[in-house]
């Protein structure tokens, strides 16, 4: 996948753990502002935070594409993403969870980080935004994370495509979309052209950028 220039070289960057520690440990923010600050998760079943080397290697890719955007989070779990992207610069994050406790956590994460102005929280099926787009900022380009359980992409496989395309129509110019799926899917399904892919196996990158 082509970078926008080289990763600056203090980002936050640290040795990745082991994957079995990364799983239980909390998360971390990795870089930015809030670089370092632990996220109030606990481990459940229904949450699979991204691993730090993963997101860590997706924020080197997106580069200069967070600054001054709207992070969208969908199935949010720990939040790690939508607030690793504001404390990279993102305007403001949206998270959404259908797991109200989660919801809950979300609510505490922003507060304890003093970003709670900057944070909101939408409790429910996010799954439901691919018949209808509820209202999103338009001001701002739009930084969408989309990493659900992997095993939706078989179980919900038509409902997690028809979501990025919506997401794609509505998205304004200069949006980024992020697909975080495993190995197993296949990238045809994605909507549209223009995708690029990183592999971190298990998990691939994939990634949609609005020209616009």
Do not use: C, N, Y
């Not at 779990?77 to 607030?83: V, W």
């Not at 997401?167 to 990238?187: I, K, N, R, W, Y």
């Amino acid at each position: 996948m082509p970078r926008r220039g080289p990763p600056a070289p203090d980002r936050g960057r640290r040795t990745a753990a082991p994957d079995g520690a990364d799983a239980a440990a909390p998360p971390r923010i990795i870089g930015g502002t809030l670089r370092g600050r632990k996220l109030p998760f606990l481990p459940d079943p229904r949450t699979r935070p991204m691993k730090d080397r993963v997101r860590e290697t997706l924020f080197d890719l997106l580069g200069t594409d967070v600054p001054g955007t709207v992070a969208i989070d969908l199935f949010a779990g720990s939040g790690a993403l939508g607030l690793e992207a504001l404390s990279r610069g993102a305007a403001r994050a949206i998270l959404v969870e259908r797991h109200f406790p989660t919801a809950d956590r979300l609510r505490e994460a922003a507060t304890e980080l003093d970003v709670a102005d900057r944070v909101e929280v939408r409790p429910g099926d996010v799954l439901v935004w691919a018949r209808r787009l509820p209202p999103l900022p338009d001001d701002k380009p739009w930084l969408v994370f989309v990493s659900p359980p992997w095993e939706m992409f078989t179980s919900r496989g038509a409902d997690v495509v028809a979501l990025v395309a919506a997401l794609q129509g509505a998205a304004p110019p200069g949006s980024t979309v992020v697909v975080e799926a495993d190995t197993a899917f296949d990238q045809a399904r994605l909507p549209g052209t223009g995708w690029t892919s990183r592999a971190l196996p298990p998990a691939v990158l994939h990634l949609w950028r609005h020209g616009g």
